[in-house]
């Protein structure tokens, strides 16, 4: 399918032109995956892995990396500043969506998604391998990271819900109902309690996909978020879910598939609102 | 976090090789376990897989199947039908590997944090109930069928 109809096509490469830019010096293909075991069990030839706790995450504080250890992460894997960073990964590209997200921090904008993400690739029986490519290092300066854009903190959404404005919620219809808080034995992505944020509308983010994973068309998902949904471009939206990953997922089709200018992921999502004292819960 | 003594005698040794691992080595052997994987046989179950089989929340979608084994434990097979499934698959051949025909008190022992201790602390809520959920029908179905077992 042609990227043409979407809002920013360059954001969105295909398998094909990724398997054209294999040896691109200019280009960095970089896996981004849910499951630990993926990359190591063969991956698109020359393609490195930034793991979303591992690379992206502070590994004291809940927070994402600062500058200069997002400088040191890019150098490490040989990406200057003009360098195209291409993200794919599993579960129909969360992750891959979620470290776009996290680059955009830090302002590196030349970066695309390979639409259908790595089981779009393995289906087409395209190459992989089991080598881990090293890249000499590069320099790299980043911006300080910018959290204002397109990330939204706790008490920015709780400003939002009181001043009605929209958010919405990616997570599974159960979640969203408040029907699972967390696992046993895994509260570290539990919560106290369960539900959802006042007035949020429910649109689980596997709704902008197509069953093999790519993006749904833009007239689908202008179809989906507008029609069906009522959003529209103008508007201040803020999206999330569990952790912030499928949610990055729902922000990127908003933001670079339909052009939406004012979408923030609330990466604390319902690990931190659903714990949080006082604040309001709808079930 | 359970004591690796809590653990089913034949699955210690399993654990005990997870202690204090590194991640490479980590993933090195869980892709190994999961190349060892071998599908439930047909005679045992064949596509279109029940669903009452199926593990809940699990996006691996993976199959759960038990059969009396003539020493009076319980045999146990898998199906995992995503492609992508190298964790569910991983898992099921360690499970296998060391609880094949074991009965069912003693599969019901197998500590939740199983999952935990196999595959890091780096895996996911969602990751982590799909694999659980593999263990939890597990118990379930090895009871059940303990119980058909008993009642015969």
């Known amino acids: 399918m042609s990227n043409s109809g979407y809002a920013h096509p360059d954001a969105l490469v295909d398998t094909d032109w990724v ?26 030839p020359g393609a490195i892995q930034i793991d979303w706790v591992t690379d992206l995450n502070d590994q004291i ?26 993200f794919y990964g599993d579960k129909n590209n969360w992750w891959a969506c979620y470290a776009f997200w996290v680059f955009q921090l830090f302002g590196h904008t030349n970066a695309a998604i390979m639409n259908g993400g790595r089981l779009k690739w393995v289906e087409e029986q395209r190459p992989v391998t089991k080598e881990v490519p090293h890249y000499a290092a590069s320099t ?8 204002y854009k ?16 929209p958010l919405i919620d990616v997570r599974s219809p159960g979640e969203f109902k408040g029907e699972l808080t967390h696992m046993p034995d895994y509260p570290q992505e539990g919560a106290l309690r369960a539900g959802h944020i006042p007035g949020a509308k429910s649109i689980p983010w ?30 201040n939206i803020v999206t999330y879910c569990r952790i912030g990953e499928r949610s990055a997922h729902t922000w990127f089709v908003l933001t670079y598939l339909l052009g939406y200018p004012n979408v923030r992921n609330y990466d604390g999502s319902w690990t931190e ?4 004292v006082g604040v309001p819960i709808e079930k | 976090m359970a004591d690796i003594s809590e653990y089913p005698e034949t699955l210690r040794d399993v654990m005990e090789m997870f202690e204090n691992i590194d991640e490479h080595g980590r993933a090195e052997i869980l892709l190994d376990y999961s190349s060892q994987f071998h599908e439930v046989p047909s005679y ?31 045999n146990f097979y898998f ?66 069928t303990e119980k058909e077992q008993k009642s015969e």
Request: charged letters at 25%; glycine letters at 8%.
């Open chain 1, 19 to 44: 398997a054209q830019h294999l040896s691109d010096p200019e280009v960095r293909i970089v896996e981004s995956n849910e499951d630990p075991l993926l990359y190591a069990s063969g991956h698109i």
């Open chain 1, 61 to 86: 504080r809940r927070d994402y990396l600062d500058r200069k250890s997002f400088e040191t992460l890019m150098s490490k894997h040989g990406i200057s500043n003009n360098t195209k960073v291409v």
């Open chain 1, 140 to 147: 790299y300066q980043a911006q300080e990271r910018s959290d």
């Open chain 1, 150 to 165: 397109v990330r939204a903190f706790r008490d920015q959404v709780l400003g939002h819900v009181n001043a009605h404005l």
């Open chain 1, 206 to 235: 596997s709704k902008a996909a197509q069953s093999d994973g790519t993006f749904k068309s833009p007239e689908d998902l202008k179809g989906l978020y507008e029609q069906d949904n009522g959003f529209s471009p103008s508007q």
């Open chain 1, 273 to 276: 609102w659903g714990n949080s």
């Open chain 2, 44 to 74: 045992i179950a064949q596509r279109p897989f029940p669903e009452d089989h199926r593990v809940q929340r699990c996006e691996s979608e993976a199959y759960v199947f038990t059969e009396p084994n003539p020493n009076g434990g319980i």
């Open chain 2, 79 to 144: 199906a995992v039908e995503n492609p992508q499934g190298v964790s569910a698959k991983a898992l099921a051949a360690i499970l296998q590997e060391s609880l094949m025909g074991a009965n069912a008190a003693t599969i019901k022992a197998v500590p939740h944090d199983i999952v935990f201790r196999l595959f890091g602390k780096r895996i996911s809520m969602g990751k982590g109930e799909g694999l659980l959920g593999m263990v939890s029908l597990l118990k379930y179905f090895a009871e059940l």
